[in-house]
């Protein structure tokens, strides 16, 4: 069968869920990892056929991505600032909002010359403090989770993007003090509310860990809390924390970091335009 041919098959049947526009985008993520080609080569080879087993392997793909699968975790992978992360159920898809945390961060560091030590809680896939140590070479970094499998994942990440980071499991609201002093602490914990799952897509409710992803509606802060609490007390002299939260509990969170005793709150927007980064200091 020609690859052309069927790439108009594979759009139609994505039609219900997805515009034509995301359905071509799946189309070339799964073309370049199946044959090793871009939209490019496809177009300077229009007659290209697939085999029998090729065109099993893509209707799998195609099968899994109408149950609403994220493409990320059918492929197993994906890219963060710039970078190459395996990602699976055990470890929420990265997202550009979270680029653009890591760019705050690398920006407020990459003036110093001296080591400097990072830690992020609730490390995931690793993408942050692995994007971190990409781009600062004189940073110390250091990352905690609770769940034994994502850290696994990021392991591998720091692996495969050949960097060294200190990966801890530990579950950090059981966690009395920090083992050491830190320049930064960074986290983009669960934040979003149970009242809030009807706003979630089902490929995210249904595919991405609920662990990593929601907070009860009673105490929504529960995470920003415990972690600000222990910042306190593990910040070096003019150290940062840095928080992504939730959209709509900017002045909330800004609150409850200012009644703790930090100072110059910085509330962020995302390219989306809404309130997603908090930045401060003791």
Same mark, same amino acid.
């Given at each position: 069968?020609?690859?052309?041919d069927?790439?108009?098959?594979?759009?139609?049947?994505?039609?219900?869920?997805?515009?034509?526009?995301?359905?071509?985008?799946f189309?070339?993520?799964?073309?370049?990892?199946?044959?090793q080609?871009?939209?490019?080569?496809?177009?300077?080879?229009?007659?290209?056929?697939?085999?029998?087993?090729?065109?099993?392997?893509?209707?799998?793909?195609?099968?899994?991505?109408?149950?609403?699968?994220p493409?990320?975790?059918?492929?197993?992978?994906? @890219?963060?600032?710039?970078?190459? %992360?395996?990602? !699976? #159920?055990?470890? *929420?898809i990265?997202?550009?909002?979270?680029?653009? =945390?890591?760019?705050?961060?690398?920006?407020?560091?990459?003036?110093?010359?001296?080591?400097?030590?990072?830690?992020?809680?609730?490390?995931?896939?690793?993408?942050?403090?692995?994007?971190?140590?990409?781009?600062?070479?004189?940073?110390?970094?250091?990352?905690?989770?609770?769940?034994?499998?994502?850290?696994?994942?990021a392991?591998?990440?720091?692996v495969?993007?050949?960097?060294?980071?200190?990966?801890?499991?530990?579950?950090?609201?059981?966690?009395?003090?920090?083992?050491t002093?830190?320049?930064?602490?960074?986290?983009?914990?669960?934040?979003?509310?149970?009242?809030?799952?009807?706003?979630i897509?089902?490929?995210?409710?249904?595919? @991405?860990?609920?662990?990593?992803? %929601?907070?009860? !509606? #009673?105490?929504? *802060?529960?995470?920003?809390?415990?972690?600000?609490? =222990?910042?306190?007390?593990?910040?070096?002299?003019?150290?940062?924390?840095?928080?992504?939260?939730?959209?709509?509990?900017?002045?909330?969170?800004?609150?409850?970091?200012?009644?703790?005793?930090?100072?110059?709150?910085?509330?962020?927007?995302?390219?989306?335009?809404n309130?997603?980064?908090?930045?401060?200091?003791?």
């Amino acid at each position: 069968m020609l690859l052309k041919d069927y790439k108009k098959k594979f759009i139609a049947n994505l039609e219900p869920l997805f515009d034509p526009m995301e359905s071509e985008s799946f189309f070339f993520l799964i073309l370049d990892d199946l044959h090793q080609m871009k939209r490019v080569d496809l177009a300077l080879q229009p007659d290209f056929e697939i085999s029998d087993t090729e065109l099993f392997k893509w209707n799998e793909i195609l099968f899994q991505l109408k149950k609403e699968k994220p493409i990320q975790y059918i492929l197993g992978e994906t @890219e963060f600032y710039g970078l190459r %992360f395996f990602v !699976n #159920e055990n470890t *929420l898809i990265p997202r550009p909002e979270t680029e653009e =945390l890591v760019q705050w961060i690398i920006e407020s560091q990459n003036k110093s010359s001296q080591e400097i030590t990072i830690l992020d809680i609730g490390t995931g896939s690793g993408c942050i403090p692995i994007a971190i140590k990409k781009n600062l070479s004189n940073a110390n970094v250091s990352a905690i989770d609770v769940s034994k499998e994502a850290l696994l994942v990021a392991e591998r990440n720091a692996v495969l993007n050949g960097v060294a980071v200190h990966f801890i499991h530990q579950d950090i609201l059981q966690t009395e003090a920090l083992e050491t002093f830190y320049n930064v602490i960074v986290s983009n914990p669960p934040y979003v509310r149970d009242l809030e799952k009807e706003e979630i897509k089902k490929n995210v409710l249904d595919y @991405e860990p609920h662990l990593a992803l %929601f907070v009860t !509606n #009673e105490d929504a *802060l529960l995470f920003y809390r415990k972690i600000a609490q =222990l910042a306190k007390h593990s910040l070096t002299p003019n150290g940062y924390l840095f928080f992504e939260i939730n959209q709509y509990l900017g002045s909330e969170t800004v609150s409850l970091l200012q009644d703790l005793g930090f100072q110059n709150v910085t509330l962020k927007k995302d390219i989306y335009g809404n309130d997603r980064m908090i930045r401060c200091t003791l």
